[in-house]
């Protein structure tokens, strides 16, 4: 049996750069390396990697793997799980991390059958049992409503965690560290689904994921109107984005984009407001990292009391227009 | 043409029960009886992604699941929408299956049965919430996979998949036979008719053992899993919300605004 050993972490790019998700993953891969005393490596794929490797250098990799193909241009499982399982096998490492992206959600599952190992998805904390060696997975199961310990005894150890569980270490641009180009072959014929067209659906204005403030509304709200008219208000005022819980975007009130939750978008900004969000644990999986979560609900005994800091029990169509006014006269002194 | 499709459904402890009765009980998730098991949500969309196929196209749906103890009612809701067939895995062996050992056996079932152009699968369960046996069964089978559909549409042996991505979808075409994961989107399952309950209430589930598929008890649940779980557990949720309130929720709103300045939130 081969040794494994080292950490593999697979990056993901965004306009060319590191996304956030892959500098989390090198910060919790550094983390993990450390203990182990082993090296941490990361796989980059796309059709151009270029200073991305760098970046990856400078956010704590000891060596970054390159593979530059054409297929990689928009992401495929059939394409991508090539130079994935290619690199696994020849560099056997101990654990593989990858981010519970659409990519990570896609790839890592049908990776680690093909791999005859065993993963676990979406994790919050990883940490590495002195006695074993063994990675100790901790993930959210039931929604939410519990969470759940894991380990495994098969090889390589294969998780992929959650955006915003994780945090990068800060960016050192005199890192040493090596870059690699990947060993590997795309086999065309492999590739069974075919792409034919790609549609955003992003709203103009601050992204959801980077948004500093997030007005959220939720089936309360009634219908889609208010979406466009007094919580983009709120939002606009404090530079932030509006976003939905499940209802709202299964209702087709907002665009699937909005969507904060389990299954939706995972954000974690300073500032949430909640508004006529019940605060089902389905949605608390998506927002319960913010800093300051604020809850407006007619309802009181609404769960999202239970994880909010401030809260008003009121109609919204009443609390929000004298709360946006006030606001506007505060800001403005 | 006629579409042969498979669609893997769970049952599981309803998720929209409210957070309070999810309680942990020697490291087993444990809910009054008085909460019903249902068909786990994503699942229900699976099942309505065959259906509308089934409408357009014809063909014919097999829905399969895998566990012990059954409730009839929950699991032949199935055959009440439009299954036109169940085949239940039932067995204790099956017990605490993790994503490995379900995605085998449901994968030897599905070979066992022989004939498909499309799996359906939800794109995670509602409890264990990992989304992995959709893509572990395609792994075994060979075949390629779309995950996070919202739209499935069928024509001359290929099936065209709205797939959710972060700001947008993807339309991307797979031949036949494929595996889809469904996700919201695609519409609510459609409400069982009369009709719909009584042909359903006549109609017997077939049951499989381990041995019906090939597989030893020693392959499948807790023991054919890779994964162990040490522990299964409620973080405490400390409640510290500070209410706001006045005469009139509009006055509370304003008051809101004062205090969020007040402490330099806003």
């Known amino acids: ?73 928009e992401y495929q499982a059939d394409s991508c799980i090539q130079v994935a399982e290619k690199l696994v096998k020849d560099i056997s490492p101990r654990v593989v991390l ?76 005199s890192r040493k560290g090596t870059v690699v180009p990947a060993k590997f072959d795309i086999d065309m ?48 005022l404090l530079h932030g984005a509006v976003g939905a819980s499940r209802p709202p975007a299964d209702n087709g009130w907002v665009p699937e984009s909005y969507h904060i939750g389990l299954t939706g978008k995972i954000v974690a900004p300073d500032i949430y407001i909640a508004v006529a969000v019940s605060g089902a644990t389905q949605h608390t999986a998506g927002c319960s990292g913010s800093k300051h979560i604020i809850a407006i609900n007619k309802d009181p005994e609404a769960n999202i009391f239970k994880v909010a800091e401030f809260g008003v029990v009121g109609k919204y169509e009443e609390v929000l227009p004298a709360f946006i006014s006030k606001l506007k006269e505060l800001l403005a002194a | 043409m006629p579409v042969n499709m498979i669609v893997c459904c769970k049952q599981v402890p309803d998720p929209e029960a409210p957070p309070a009765v999810f309680k942990v009980v020697n490291n087993k998730m444990t809910l009054p009886p008085d909460v019903k098991p249902v068909i786990g949500q994503y699942e229900e969309f699976a099942l309505e992604a065959a259906l509308k196929i089934k409408d357009a196209v014809g063909g014919k749906i097999t ?7 059954f409730v009839r009612d929950v699991i032949k809701k ?112 459609r409400y069982a008719t009369l009709k719909g309950i009584m042909a359903a209430a006549k109609k017997q589930p077939i049951v499989w053992k381990p041995a019906d598929i090939g597989l030893q008890p020693s392959e499948v649940g807790a023991a054919g899993g890779r994964s162990k779980l040490d522990k299964l557990f409620q973080p405490v949720k400390e409640s510290k919300c500070e209410m706001i309130s006045a005469d009139t929720a509009a006055e509370a709103g304003a008051k809101l605004a004062v205090r969020l300045r007040e402490v330099k939130l806003l």
Request: hydrophobic share 45%; proline share 4%; with cysteine.
């Open chain 1, 1 to 73: 049996m081969a040794e494994y050993k080292g950490i593999l972490v697979f990056g993901e790019l965004v306009d060319g750069k590191l996304a956030s998700i892959t500098t989390e993953l090198l910060g919790c891969g550094r983390r993990l390396a450390n203990e182990l005393k082993e090296e941490l490596s990361c796989l980059l794929a796309s059709d151009v990697v270029g200073e991305a490797s760098k970046e990856a250098i400078a956010y704590g990799a000891d060596k970054v793997y390159v593979a530059e193909h054409p297929a990689f241009k």
């Open chain 1, 98 to 173: 990858i981010g519970q992206t659409a990519m990570g959600r896609d790839l890592a599952p049908r990776l680690a059958f093909r791999l005859g190992t065993s993963l676990t998805t979406d994790c919050l904390d990883l940490r590495i049992d002195p006695a074993t060696k063994l990675l100790v997975r901790t993930r959210p199961v039931y929604g939410g409503n519990a969470q759940a310990v894991f380990t495994s005894d098969s090889m390589p150890q294969m998780v992929t965690v959650r955006a915003k569980a994780m945090s990068p270490i800060e960016r050192d641009n």
């Open chain 1, 189 to 236: 014929s492999k590739v069974k689904t075919k792409v034919l067209e790609t549609v955003k659906e992003e709203t103009v204005g601050v992204k959801l994921e980077d948004a500093p403030v997030i007005v959220c509304g939720g089936r309360g709200m009634g219908g889609p109107a208010p979406f466009q008219t007094i919580l983009k208000e709120l939002a606009d």
């Open chain 2, 63 to 69: 829905a399969i699941s895998l566990g012990n103890n």
């Open chain 2, 78 to 189: 199935a055959l009440a929408v439009g299954a036109d067939e169940l085949i239940l895995l039932e067995d204790k062996a099956f017990e605490d299956s993790d994503s490995w050992s379900t995605a085998k056996a449901l994968a030897a079932a599905i070979k066992k049965i022989g004939q498909y152009d499309i799996i359906f699968c939800g794109r995670q369960s509602s409890d264990w919430d990992a989304g992995q046996v959709g893509l572990g069964i395609a792994e075994i089978l060979g075949i390629p996979a779309v995950t996070l559909a919202r739209k499935v549409e069928v024509s001359d042996g290929k099936a065209k998949a709205e797939r959710v991505i972060p700001d947008g979808y993807q339309v991307v075409e797979v031949t036949f036979p494929a595996l889809i994961t469904v996700t919201s989107g695609i519409g609510a399952l």
